[in-house]
T-cell receptor, first 112, second 116 residues
Framework: EDKVVQSPLSLVVHEGDTVTLNCSYE??????LLWYKQEKKAPTFLFML????IEKKSGRLSSILDKKELFSILNITATQTGDSAVYLC????????????FGTGTLLAVQP | DTGVSQDPRHKITKRGQNVTFRCDPI?????LYWYRQTLGQGPEFLTY????????KSRLLSDRFSAERPKGSFSTLEIQRTEQGDSAMYLC??????????????FGPGTRLLVL
């Protein structure tokens, strides 16, 4: 059965800390891995990864994919309270469909 | 705003009633997806359209659910004879086929349904 597993389920840190969120997957017909940020509303797109070993970076956020070991990490440096959210990992699969299968998310709380 | 929009944002209904949700995708996006998200879970795929054709439906989509995208633009999701288990956030996403493996789905704000 196709699945995406995220860890940890939740995380509490203080402002300025660096966090690493993990996502592992077992999915047939893998196309891409995506990270989304969700703050009580719709998921907002962060990164799409299709190739192993190539880091994607946007400000304090970065992500990398390992297609051999079937996992990805999302790093957030110098965390701020505005980073508090659920971070969702999703894998696009299904041949022509490219439907997404999501993990349950990691709830990040950044305390002042 | 040129993002994905959904209407209504919230809906409270009584068990047994029918409800209909609307999604307007990003213009020129030819793919439209519906997902359902329950508390503490990631979104789950329900169905998707390529232009006006509904090409796949999840087994989560019972006979009480029907979706349309009549002119390849906006889409509607109807739930007939709602049940309490239908209470969830219904998310719509759109993307542009043609980007290959880089096809990215952008989500709307969702419709939160509560069935009493």
């Amino acid at each position: 059965e196709d699945k995406v597993v995220q860890s940890p389920l939740s995380l509490v840190v203080h402002e300025g800390d660096t966090v690493t969120l993990n996502c592992s997957y077992e999915v047939t017909n893998f196309r891409s891995l995506l990270w989304y940020k969700q703050e009580k509303k719709a998921p907002t797109f962060l990164f799409m990864l299709t190739s192993s070993g190539i880091e994607k970076k946007s400000g304090r956020l970065s992500s990398i994919l390992d297609k051999k070991e079937l996992f990805s990490i999302l790093n957030i440096t110098a965390t701020q309270t505005g980073d508090s959210a659920v971070y969702l990992c999703a894998v696009g699969y299904g041949g022509a469909t490219n439907k997404l299968i999501f993990g349950t998310g990691t709830l990040l709380a950044v305390q002042p | 705003d040129t993002g994905v929009s959904q209407d209504p944002r919230h809906k409270i209904t009584k068990r047994g009633q029918n409800v209909t949700f609307r999604c307007d995708p990003i213009s020129e996006h030819n793919r439209l997806y519906w997902y359902r998200q329950t508390l503490g879970q990631g979104p789950e795929f329900l169905t998707y359209f390529q232009n006006e054709a509904q090409l796949e439906k999840s087994r989560l989509l019972s006979d009480r659910f029907s979706a349309e995208r009549p002119k390849g633009s906006f889409s509607t999701l109807e739930i007939q004879r709602t049940e309490q288990g239908d209470s969830a956030m219904y998310l719509c996403a759109s993307s542009y086929l043609g980007q290959g493996a880089r096809e990215t789905q952008y989500f709307g704000p969702g419709t939160r349904l509560l069935v009493l």
